[in-house]
T-cell receptor, first 111, second 113 residues
Framework: GESVGLHLPTLSVQEGDNSIINCAYSNSASDYFIWYKQESGKGPQFIID?????DKRQGQRVTVLLNKTVKHLSLQIAATQPGDSAVYFC??????????FGKGTMLLVSP | DSGVTQTPKHLITATGQRVTLRCSPR?????VYWYQQSLDQGLQFLIH???????AKGNILERFSAQQFPDLHSELNLSSLELGDSALYFC????????????FGPGTRLLVL
């Protein structure tokens, strides 16, 4: 079946570095993608989204890149801070289907 | 704070029992979604309600049921509980029925002993 997955389960970076979290999706009909951040003991928090008619979208310190050719999504976090330590999920949706989440990548930021 | 509230925060019960989890969506949101998060399964979509009506079902067991009330709050009922039902249960809400941009509550941690 269709699925969304992540390449790296854990990413360790130093404070101030740029972080890149990757996600592969298999449903070529997916037209909307979201990145969520989940801190320990909390619910997922919306970070940024992107539609399939775009290949890049920027937020505050975050950028999402979408490569539809290889069905790849990435989240870039600039000047990573200890407060960015969390599990990051990509999620995809096609039309009116349900939102499907990947298994998550843990980002660990060392001071 | 997403504006979505869930109660209780923690719940400990025994196998075979029944529990009810409650969710209040953000003000103005008509859609409520329920998810189960366990260590080995990640975030699994259970069910979606929009303005009181069921819109979509995911991997929800027959022992589980949900409803959305006229004031738009929702309840997830889990019955004949098994050890494997221990998980975090999240509620999310969104304005429309299209499932985009869902805002999550803090979750209910269920432990079945």
């Amino acid at each position: 079946g269709e699925s969304v997955g992540l390449h790296l389960p854990t990413l360790s970076v130093q404070e101030g570095d740029n972080s890149i979290i990757n996600c592969a999706y298999s449903n070529s009909a997916s037209d909307y993608f979201i990145w969520y951040k989940q801190e320990s003991g909390k619910g997922p928090q919306f970070i940024i989204d992107i539609r399939s008619n775009m290949d890049k979208r920027q937020g505050q310190r975050v950028t999402v890149l979408l490569n539809k050719t290889v069905k790849h999504l990435s989240l870039q976090i600039a000047a990573t801070q200890p407060g960015d330590s969390a599990v990051y999920f990509c999620a995809e949706i096609s039309g009116y289907s349900t939102l499907t989440f990947g298994k998550g990548t843990m980002l660990l930021v060392s001071p | 704070d997403s504006g979505v509230t869930q109660t209780p925060k923690h719940l400990i019960t025994a196998t075979g029992q029944r529990v009810t989890l409650r969710c209040s969506p953000r003000s103005g949101d008509l859609s409520v979604y329920w998810y189960q998060q366990s260590l080995d399964q990640g975030l699994q979509f259970l069910i979606h309600y929009y303005n009181g009506e069921e819109r979509a079902k995911g991997n929800i067991l027959e022992r589980f049921s949900a409803q959305q009330f006229p004031d738009l709050h929702s309840e997830l009922n889990l019955s004949s509980l098994e050890l494997g039902d221990s998980a975090l249960y999240f509620c999310a809400s969104s304005v429309e029925a299209s499932q985009e941009t869902q805002y999550f509550g803090p979750g209910t941690r269920l432990l079945v002993l």
